[in-house]
């Protein structure tokens, strides 16, 4: 990679292009979280979620306390192709849990104080909140494809993720949302499959297909997988690997089991794999040239990657 310095940036720079003119690694980038609350707002939707969600100031202190407790994760969403200029005073939420043994919930709010009742569903909290009967899923559909078109957050994100939006929502209108940041910008189009919490980037529309239903399939195609949400850079470079390498592989036979860095910053990531085994998976860490990471960025910056080195059996 070639290092950019600050006065170097040229006119009409656009993140994701430069990213992939680089070939920049996706790898080991997907969201730290592995916890969700997607609130339905089909306008306003400012710098960040936070910023652009409409709820009164206290309403979004409680919400943010709640949430930050939980470790999760904030998200607006809206239908690809919406175009409306009022949300009125009825919203869909959902609340995404990876590990809950209930992992999606849908609802509605019909003001502010039912989105705090939502969002305390993460604690436990009330069992009997306004509630979506869900539609059993159909085999071989997803349930949630979430596509980050968040274009006052950075233009690559609208220009390259609503055309891989509209493409999703061409073939499961019911399981597609456009969301808010998902982070990576350089990455877009960005796709995450919830509630497996898969994070695909580098995505156009012709990769929609094939990259989803691979996955639906139980054949995870690790060409655009950033990694899966919830875990450790290093881990979701094991993860990534063990797919790349060890495939065909569905994407609930590989499960992350230990994971330790040494101060020489290589780490060993043990790996259960269903009709595999144990894997340990071994790597280090490098630090790239700086360069510009988003398209608002004012400074160029390095990227931290976990790069995935090796893969063996381990022998009981």
């Not at 910008?185 to 691979?214: H, K, Q, S, T």
């Not at 290589?266 to 360069?291: M, S, Y």
């Amino acid at each position: 990679m070639t290092a950019i310095e600050a006065d170097q940036r040229p006119p009409g720079f656009r993140c994701s292009t430069a990213a992939r003119d680089r070939h920049d690694q996706r790898i080991g980038t997907a969201p730290p979280q592995n916890r969700w609350f997607l609130i339905e707002q089909p306008t306003g939707w400012g710098a960040t979620a936070w910023a652009g969600l409409k709820v009164e100031p206290a309403v979004k202190e409680t919400l943010m306390a709640i949430l930050n407790h939980a470790n999760a994760r904030v998200m607006l969403i809206r239908r690809p192709g919406r175009e409306t200029d009022t949300i009125g005073d009825r919203r869909r939420w959902c609340v995404v849990d990876q590990a809950a043994a209930e992992p999606v919930r849908w609802g509605w709010a019909d003001d502010d104080a039912e989105l705090i009742r939502a969002a305390e569903l993460f604690a436990g909290a009330h069992p009997d909140v306004c509630r979506i009967a869900d539609e059993p899923t159909a085999a071989g559909e997803p349930r949630l494809l979430l596509v980050c078109t968040h274009g006052r957050k950075d233009v690559c994100c609208a220009t390259r993720g609503r055309p891989v939006a509209a493409r999703a929502a061409e073939l499961w209108p019911e399981a597609t949302w456009e969301c808010t940041h998902t982070g990576g910008d350089r990455f877009a189009g960005n796709l995450i499959l919830l509630p497996e919490g898969a994070c695909y980037g580098g995505m156009d529309p012709d990769d929609v297909e094939p990259v989803v239903r691979a996955q639906l399939e139980g054949r995870v195609d690790a060409s655009h997988l950033r990694g899966p949400c919830g875990q450790s850079s290093p881990v979701q470079a094991a993860v990534v690997a063990a797919y790349d390498r060890l495939g065909p592989l569905a994407w609930d036979q590989v499960h992350p089991l230990t994971e330790q860095v040494d101060e020489d910053e290589r780490w060993t990531v043990l790996l259960e794999i269903d009709g595999v085994g144990l894997v340990e998976a071994t790597g280090h860490h490098e630090i790239t040239d700086k360069n510009f990471l988003t398209c608002k960025a004012e400074l160029p910056k390095r990227m931290y990657l976990s790069i995935a080195d090796d893969l063996k059996p381990v022998v009981e």
